[in-house]
């Protein structure tokens, strides 16, 4: 009898047999791990500047940034990633190691050089992924994370890697003001006394976030006065009492960069000419039957590109693949690398069908003429008519600082053009044109 009942009593045990068990822990420990997360369900932002991803991974697009110090709720996570809830129930993702609450520590507000040679900017870590672009001997990335290969820095907006062999982290006591300005912390008091705006409609906002409201837009060398200083923005006085805030890596703080003048190149190959193919991305441009005007300018910019560095020339592409780049990023670009020239590559479209047909060069400022006039003179030689030279108030022109021209190689809704246009026979007779243009105006 009593063998009888232990037998009975030990059979629901028998049931729970030792994988079920196992099984019970683990979907216990789960909810364990689920209720520690909606506790700490809180991050701060410990990078300089951190993206916020469409997706847990860097390859996915960025779709917005938020600054160091700002918090974060965390709604679930991911392979390292966290997926967050931004104003206004915008979700999105951020590497988890450039928030506070992980043990690896990130490498915040630290300043790269680029050594010996120039470095491919790679989009992530390893020499097989694609080249976001270049930096030169002696440029500054700040760096948001280190490897024991390979450095994560912000380029352009963006998030990216280069080789640890050709980067060197500066301490803090070796860094120019603007990157100083960059590793300031917390509020402080400032001897800076001064911004400098370096580019037409840089953002000044009613907060020091670069999702707040821009309370107006400042001109380039327009001078503001520092009132104080806080997570990497400044505040400033923008006149009549008001204050607004600006972010401190859009500045300078001296007037030296503006100053100092390069000196002037007297030939195209020691000449540093940036590329700008037209759209790319979601942006496709002009759309015709078979391909976007986004395809044919960037075919067209890399004939050229590869045409100029035959000869020698630095020449920066401002996309290299069919990616969107802000235009203000375009006109950064050319700024940033003092390009001698800024050839901006696009092909036209009208409201109308076949009403105009051929090329057009561009350009904004009076100065520019004469480079607009000298690459004009050498399209007019090519397999499609020529419209000559005009004024046009695109923002790459109106807003560059550098030498710039837009060029329209043909028109995707004339019957014509489009025959030609997409032909390589065709670019590549543009982009010779558009070289010896270049040519002739560095060798005057
Ligand atoms: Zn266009």
């Not at 050839?343 to 060069?361: K, P, Q, R, W």
């Amino acid at each position: 009898m009593l063998g009888n009942r232990q037998a009975k009593t030990n059979q629901p045990l028998k049931f729970l047999s030792y994988p079920i068990i196992f099984l019970l822990i683990f979907i216990f420990m789960l909810g364990v791990t689920t209720y520690a997360l909606a506790n700490e369900n809180v991050v701060k932002v410990e990078a300089n500047v951190l993206n916020v991803r469409l997706g847990p991974g860097l390859s996915h697009e960025i779709m917005t940034q938020v600054n160091e110090g700002r918090e974060l709720e965390v709604i679930a996570e991911e392979n390292e990633w966290y997926k967050i809830r931004l104003a206004g129930d915008e979700i999105g993702w951020v590497a988890s190691w450039l928030v506070d609450n992980t043990e690896i520590m990130a490498a915040t507000n630290k300043v790269g050089v680029i050594i010996n040679t120039e470095a491919n900017i790679r989009q992530e870590p390893s020499t097989e992924a694609s080249i976001l672009g270049k930096a030169g001997v002696g440029d500054e990335l700040i760096v948001l994370y280190q490897e024991s290969n390979w450095i994560q820095v912000r380029y352009l907006g963006k998030v990216a890697w280069v080789h640890s062999s050709l980067i060197d982290i500066q301490k803090d006591g070796a860094l120019t003001s603007k990157a100083n300005a960059q590793i300031q912390d917390e509020t402080s008091e400032t001897d800076l006394s001064e911004v400098f705006i370096k580019t037409n409609g840089t953002n000044i906002r009613s907060e020091p976030t670069i999702d707040s409201p821009v309370l107006k837009k400042a001109r380039a060398q327009e001078v503001y006065s520092i009132v104080s200083e806080e997570n990497n923005w400044f505040k400033i006085d923008i006149g009549n009492g008001e204050m607004g805030w600006i972010a401190s890596w859009v500045v300078n703080l001296s007037s030296e960069s503006l100053d100092t003048e390069k000196p002037q190149v007297t030939s195209l190959a020691e000449a540093t000419i940036v590329i700008d193919a037209g759209h790319g991305g979601h942006d496709p441009g002009a759309v015709a039957e078979t391909f976007n005007e986004k395809d044919i300018t960037l075919s067209t910019a890399l004939l050229l590109a590869n045409k100029l560095k035959s000869l020698g020339t630095n020449v920066i592409l401002t996309r290299d693949a069919d990616k969107y780049i802000t235009l203000n990023d375009r006109v950064y670009l050319g700024h940033l690398k003092k390009a001698d020239a800024f050839i901006s590559i696009h092909y036209d479209a009208l409201e109308t069908e076949n009403l105009m047909s051929g090329t057009t060069s561009y350009y904004y400022s009076e100065q520019e003429e004469v480079l607009a006039q000298t690459i004009n003179s050498e399209l007019e030689k090519g397999l499609l008519p020529n419209n000559g030279v005009r004024k046009g108030n695109y923002f790459v022109l109106r807003e560059n600082q550098q030498p710039s021209v837009l060029v329209e190689l043909g028109y995707l809704n004339n019957d014509y053009d489009l025959t030609v246009v997409n032909t390589l026979s065709y670019q590549q007779n543009a982009a010779n044109n558009i070289y010896q243009g270049l040519y002739n105006y560095f060798s005057q």
